[in-house]
């Protein structure tokens, strides 16, 4: 069909720009400073509450370019629970759980408190804080969330605006830029939630008070 046609063609043209990026047509630095700033932090629908832009979506980037689009989609579980050929290191269990416990439960030494609320820290075991960071790493965007962020990314590091104001020395084709258009075989764009979300987008409830999805607001607010 032509949605089908348009899609393969969109896919296509979204791994030549994957591929320009992480081939260095971006700079490593520029791409960082990018994963860290507003648009990537805005845009954080469909994803778990422990998903960091600059160094999920970064892994994200890099599986696409070496492996394929969705391997990291298809190879997910042997992934997450270590058995999978490819190695990212950031997306298995034990580092998915050591991440959730540092930024959310013990707090990064130096740099930031933990972003969980105190209140929520004190009124739950050490039983219940586990099957909560277990619940929260076992989480994953689907792949349409996963097409749509690297679509993201791709759109605004090689629009004509960044590559003219970064790059003016540099030979650029048009042929590696992506125009992030409406995914209409996925229901257009933005359209998310929470059955975008692999296992659910779901926080959990611990002594009586749910984690839901204005925590991140509520958490920001506190910091």
Known sequence: SVI????????????????YIIGGGIAACDLLVFLKGPVMRKNLDGVPIWWC?????????????AH???????????????????????FKKDEIERHIRSVFVEG?????????????????????????????????????????????ICSELTRSSF?????????????????NVPMFDLGCWPS????????????????GKFLNRSLLRIVEEEI
Not at 55 to 61: F, G, K, Q, T
Not at 163 to 179: A, G, I, M, P, W
Not at 195 to 206: D, P, V, Y
């Open 4 to 19: 089908r046609s348009l899609a393969i063609i969109r896919r296509v043209r979204l791994m030549k720009a994957v591929r």
């Open 53 to 65: 832009p600059w160094i999920h979506d970064l892994a994200v980037m890099i599986s696409a370019s």
């Open 68 to 90: 394929g689009l969705f391997t990291i989609i298809s190879e997910w579980e042997s992934i997450y629970n270590g058995s999978s050929a490819y190695a990212v290191k950031c």
């Open 108 to 152: 990064q030494s130096g740099v930031s408190k933990p972003m969980l609320p105190q209140s929520y820290l004190n009124s739950v075991s050490s039983q219940e804080l586990n099957v909560w960071i277990m619940a929260q790493s076992a989480q994953f965007p689907t792949a349409h969330v996963i097409e749509r962020r690297i679509a993201l």
């Open 163 to 179: 590559l003219s104001e970064n790059y003016v020395k540099k030979k650029f084709t048009k042929d590696v830029q992506y125009d």
């Open 192 to 207: 998310c939630g929470d059955h975008n979300l692999g296992t659910g987008l779901s926080f959990g409830k611990s002594a």
